[in-house]
Structures are given as structure tokens and as C-alpha cells.
């Protein structure tokens, strides 16, 4: 498969032609004269690499709006008790949904930590999006049930990783510190290690996580994880929001990625900016997540952008923190470096997952400022075309090889049920 992209608008405001051959960018000049299967004229049509959306729960779109405006706890129980009769069915109607709703709006790779996670992969593997997949594990400190959750990872790893023409990777994904013993969270390190995988887990999301561990184990969550061995370059890390300037300094020492998830944490009211100028003094990785449907609402990576530099510039009242190009780098570089991927850039060698989005859009003229324009400006209807693997799975605004009307149609059957 090869395609030819004629005319298009990079980020410095030149115009290029992009050559997509084997999944690959092979070309990207001023001018490519080749033969490809299918030629697209990108006049008037910005290219940017895919968005990265580093830490979401996608089949939680089936809960979407079922628990609103309550407090954390509340809204935990809440969901809870729609997750525990959660079935395969209603997972992988959510799942597809939700692959629906992130590849129209431009997202090309996301990672995912949900139970039922064969059904999230045959989402991904029917779709065409790429994403890194790990089956969350709980064992609230129960030898039993540590050993069941780690053999579901391994079966799940067996089964799917590399799988779906190399788009899906298994991570190993511990929940969080408060619902994983020690011990698990050190059998998931050595798993991750072997087998070469992902270590994706919630961090500091909340204030009462940060004093529970304390009250626990003597320790700060990253400075706990530190004690266990935990932390390495393979571990992204979800929220960050209640991080200490010398939890950054550590986690940055060992590598870890970020995947900061502001509209998640805002709607949530967990009461944290996360340390952003901390990890950038300190080198680290940052990266960006929607989280789940139940908390966002959306899986928008356009919200997510705006509402981090909104979040940070105005929790330090300082209106140079978090910079357009700095953000947008995040959502796509720095996601695709948090997840091990050799995309997040236009660059010949890499994965061809980019975007083409509209430049005539009336909320996006003029192109004074290309970054400002995508970060506080742009929405998902302004992206019209996605390709992933050189795939060109969504052409001018519609999915090209998939039903859509048909998953929407059984996933508004399957969340029928879930009212009430
Ligand atoms: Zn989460």
C-alpha cells in the first residue's frame, strides 16, 4: 500500500509532499514524484503527526454520563457498580465506539487499562487505530487473587502482543499503589522487564492516595514505587497530579514518563496541577491522557491540550508556563516516546500515523501562530483525514473501511441497559 500526499502544510508553514509506503513515512520533500496506489491533494490541509493519547479506559464510553456531578468517592461507587456486571458485549461496544470517536478526531495510538481487554483488542484489531493494551490489575493485597491477575496478564500478553499487523503491544498494568500490594507491583516490574513490555499505572491522582501511602508505608507514592524496585523507562505514569518537586526529580532520574490527564482531574475536582514546569526543569517526559469517558467526557486530545495549558498557566499565574509548541509536542512526540513507538513525528523512517487537518475552518483562520491555532483554536470536525500504518482509514471526515452507523447502532443497544 503507498500513498502519495500532494501539497501539504507543515508546522514551519512550508509546503511538502509525503510519501507513505509499508506503513512507513518514506518520503517527505519539498517535491516527490513517485507512483503510489492513491494520490491525495493536501492543498489547504495542515499535516501533523497523530496524537498520542497516552492513558484512557476506552470501553468506559458505555458509561459516559452515568455518574455526573458527584464527588470522587461518589462518583467511584458509582461506577463501580456499573463496572462489576460490565459485559464482554457492552466492553467491546464501548471499545469500538470509543476507536471510533479518537480516530475522528485525529488520535492514531492510545493505551488502555481495562478488564475484558480481549474484547478492547479486537476493537483495535477491527478499527485500524494502534494502541498499547494491558489488562488492569487488582489484588487488594490477596495472594490468590495477585496470582489470578498475573495470569491474566501473561495470557492476555501471549495472546495478543505484536498482534493486528504489529499495531497492538501488551503493557502490564499494576491499577495504582492503593489497589496493588507490594508484592504485585514487584511482580509486574520483573514481568515488564522479561518480556520487554509497557508498565502502566495511575500516580498521584488524588490527595488522599499521596496520605494513605504515607500513613501505609512511611513513603510518597513515587518515593514507595522507588523502594520497590519500580521505576525504570519502561513506566508511564497516569496524573501526576499530587507529584513533589523531589518525587519529579526521581521519577525523571529513572526515565519515567508522565501522561498528564487535566480534563479527567478538573471534572474530578482531585485539586492538583500537575508539576508541569517541575518535570520539564527536571527532563521529564510528558505526555498526554483523556482517561476514560466516565471522567472526561470525551476522548478529545484537543481538549486535553487547551485545558492542561489553561490548568497551568493559571494555577501559577504565570501566562508563559506550558508553551503551544511545548504542548502539542506532548500530545504527540513526547506520547509516542512514553509508549515506546517510533512515530509522534513527520520524519522519513518513521510510522506513517498523521493527520490532515482543514486550514480553511472558519475558527482556525489566519495561521498567524500554527501551534496556538491547533491547541486553543482546532476541535476534532476540523480533522479530515487520519492515516495509521499508511492506512487512510478516515477520508475527508468519514471512516473509510469500517460501518460506522453499524457500531453506533449496537453500542446505543448495549448502553441501553445500563440506565438507571
Ligand atoms: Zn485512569
Not at 489484588?139 to 491477575?149: I, Q, S
Amino acid at each position: 500500500m503507498s500513498v502519495l500526499i500532494k501539497n501539504a502544510t507543515l508546522l514551519s508553514g512550508k509546503k511538502a509532499d509525503i510519501l507513505l509506503q509499508e506503513g512507513k513515512i518514506s518520503k517527505i520533500r519539498p517535491s516527490v514524484s513517485a507512483s503510489a496506489e492513491e494520490r491525495i491533494d493536501a492543498s489547504g490541509l495542515l499535516a501533523l503527526p497523530g496524537f498520542v493519547n497516552t492513558h484512557t479506559h476506552c470501553a468506559m464510553a458505555i458509561l459516559r454520563g452515568l455518574a455526573e456531578d458527584l464527588r470522587m468517592e461518589d462518583w467511584l461507587s458509582a461506577v463501580r457498580k456499573k463496572e462489576k456486571n460490565l459485559s464482554f458485549a457492552q466492553v467491546r461496544a464501548g471499545a469500538l465506539l470509543a476507536c471510533v470517536e479518537m480516530l475522528k478526531s485525529g488520535i492514531t495510538c492510545f493505551s488502555d487499562m481495562y478488564f475484558h481487554m480481549d474484547a478492547v483488542a479486537s476493537a483495535v484489531q477491527q478499527t485500524g487505530i494502534r494502541a498499547v493494551l494491558g489488562y488492569g490489575m487488582v489484588d487488594l493485597g490477596e495472594p490468590g487473587l495477585r496470582k489470578k491477575e498475573l495470569a491474566e496478564t501473561k495470557r492476555f500478553v501471549k495472546k495478543w502482543h505484536q498482534k493486528a499487523e504489529g499495531r497492538i503491544s501488551c503493557a502490564v498494568a499494576p491499577h495504582s499503589v492503593y489497589l496493588c500490594s507490594a508484592e504485585l507491583l514487584k511482580q509486574s516490574f520483573h514481568l515488564s522487564k522479561e518480556f520487554g513490555l509497557r508498565l502502566h499505572i495511575h500516580l498521584s491522582e488524588t490527595r488522599k492516595e499521596v496520605f494513605d501511602c504515607l500513613k501505609m508505608t512511611g513513603k510518597r507514592p513515587a518515593f514507595y514505587l522507588e523502594s520497590l524496585g519500580f521505576l525504570g523507562p519502561s513506566m508511564v505514569a497516569a496524573h501526576c497530579g499530587w507529584l513533589s518537586k523531589e518525587e519529579v526529580r526521581v521519577l525523571a532520574r529513572h526515565g519515567v514518563s508522565a501522561s498528564l490527564c487535566p480534563v479527567s482531574n478538573m471534572k474530578l475536582a482531585t485539586g492538583a496541577t500537575a508539576p508541569l514546569p517541575e518535570m520539564q526543569e527536571f527532563g521529564m517526559n510528558v505526555s498526554l491522557g483523556t482517561d476514560g469517558a466516565a471522567s472526561n467526557n470525551s476522548l478529545s486530545m484537543f481538549d486535553t491540550m487547551k485545558l492542561l495549558g489553561l490548568a497551568q498557566k493559571n494555577s501559577r499565574w504565570d501566562a508563559s508556563i506550558a508553551p503551544a509548541h511545548y504542548i502539542l509536542s506532548a500530545a504527540t512526540e513526547g506520547g509516542a516516546n512514553a509508549l515506546g513507538i517510533k512515530s509522534g513525528r513527520l520524519q522519513e523512517g518513521l510510522l506513517a500515523d498523521l493527520i490532515l487537518i482543514d486550514m480553511r475552518a472558519p475558527n482556525l483562520l489566519p495561521w498567524h501562530n500554527f501551534q496556538s491555532n491547533i491547541i486553543y483554536c482546532a476541535h476534532p470536525g476540523n480533522v479530515r483525514h487520519v492515516f495509521v500504518d499508511g492506512k487512510h482509514l478516515v477520508q475527508d471526515g468519514r471512516l473509510a473501511f469500517i460501518d460506522e452507523e453499524k457500531i453506533k447502532d449496537e453500542f446505543i443497544s448495549q448502553a441501553s441497559s445500563l440506565q438507571g
